[in-house]
């Protein structure tokens, strides 16, 4: 009875486990969400470092060329999207923002803060019309 028990309770957990297992791998996130989270990971990040006073230039670069990836990608991720001519020239002037940011060099929290002004107008503007 007791081997019956563990038998029950063995198949019982490893039900569960295989349950969570396939649930994890159908919650799949769609890719131009996941492009938009990277970006919107590395602007907190920066903006993290402008709070704390630590604008260390060799990190900030990091968190651009990161967002630059990611900013490469977004026509790939969203079209067609309706008016595509439209979102592909907002996408635009944003790489255009972060190549600027790129080539700008910035030592203090003052210049980060303004490199994060000139991209994240970039955003809004897109948001604003196809968000
Ligand atoms: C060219 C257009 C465009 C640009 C530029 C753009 N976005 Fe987006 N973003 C969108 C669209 C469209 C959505 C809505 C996606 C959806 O509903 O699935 C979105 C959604 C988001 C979301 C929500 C994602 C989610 O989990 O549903 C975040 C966060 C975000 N954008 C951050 C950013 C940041 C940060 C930038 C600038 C660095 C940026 N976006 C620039 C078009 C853009």
Redesign the pocket.
């Known amino acids: 009875m007791r081997y019956f028990a563990m038998l029950l309770i063995g198949l019982f957990t490893g039900s569960l486990g295989a349950v969570a297992a396939m649930s994890a791998l159908k919650s799949d996130?769609?890719y131009?969400?996941?492009?938009?989270?990277v970006?919107?990971h590395?602007?907190g990040a920066m903006h993290g470092m402008h709070e704390s006073g630590k604008c260390d230039a060799t990190e900030a670069n990091h968190r651009i060329a990161l967002?630059g990836a990611?900013?490469s990608d977004?026509?790939a991720a969203?079209l067609p999207?309706g008016d595509d001519a439209k979102?592909?020239e907002?996408?635009g002037?944003?790489r255009q923002a972060?190549a600027t940011a790129q080539a700008t060099p910035r030592g203090d929290c003052a210049a980060l803060k303004k490199t994060m002004g000139d991209?994240?107008q970039?955003?809004?503007?897109?948001?604003d019309?196809?968000?």
């Open positions: 996130v769609p131009n969400d996941a492009i938009m989270v970006m919107k590395q602007m967002l990611a900013a977004v026509d969203f999207v979102f592909k907002l996408s002037k944003l972060i991209i994240g970039h955003c809004k503007a897109c948001h019309v196809f968000r």
